[in-house]
């Protein structure tokens, strides 16, 4: 009895792995048509959540990581060459990379699409908007919550006192700053590592 236990627990694990490739594969198949061989190589590693490595070290500033951030209502947070900022729920989607640079202490961050170059801003009425230019409304502090989520506040504007967050709707779509607050599920990210040097586009 033990014996064939074992046996089949083995092959559920290879089963797994399995699966695992061929949806690599697939995903490497489906992103192919619009990203270079960088960008791909860069989604490939995307893989590994933040949650348990944390590095509190680039909030001195300086520091620049490249990364998808992955919204808690299932889809990742993207800018395209329109500058249309929106979510996607394409892993393989290019324009979801994004490089996060730290522009001053205590986790004042600037988001920018690593392929379309524009950066992720929030006007005084809390709308995402998309911009060329650096401003200081391209500024957000990255708050890290208790959930291992993290939270993208405006640190220019804020409504009635209340912060203004980047959020992203159940149907992917950005939520105006107003109606948003650091509870709401909607703000939640998880930052997925990427290999900077692979993510950089010339």
């Not at 944390?54 to 992955?70: A, C, P, W």
Request: proline share 2%.
């Amino acid at each position: 009895m033990r014996k064939w236990m074992h046996t089949c627990q083995l092959q559920r694990v290879f089963s797994g792995l399995y699966l695992h490739v061929l949806f690599l594969l697939g995903s490497v198949r489906l992103g192919s048509g619009d990203c270079s061989p960088e960008q791909l190589a860069a989604i490939m590693n995307c893989s590994k959540h933040e949650r348990h490595t944390r590095n509190y070290d680039y909030m001195e500033g300086g520091d620049v990581r490249i990364r998808q951030l992955f919204s808690r209502t299932q889809w990742f947070l993207s800018i395209d060459d329109g500058g249309n900022i929106t979510g996607t729920q394409d892993p393989t989607n290019c324009y979801s990379i994004l490089e996060i640079r730290t522009v001053s202490e205590g986790g004042i961050l600037a988001i920018k699409g690593v392929k379309s170059q524009y950066y992720i801003c929030m006007n005084k009425a809390g709308q995402l908007q998309a911009k060329r230019l650096y401003t200081d409304n391209c500024n957000f502090k990255e708050v890290f919550l208790e959930n291992y989520f993290n939270a993208y506040s405006s640190v220019k504007w804020t409504k009635n006192g209340k912060q203004m967050f980047i959020a992203l709707s159940q149907k992917g779509r950005p939520v105006r700053g107003k109606k948003t607050r650091r509870e709401n599920v909607a703000s939640h990210f998880i930052p997925m590592q990427c290999r900077e040097e692979a993510g950089r586009i010339d």
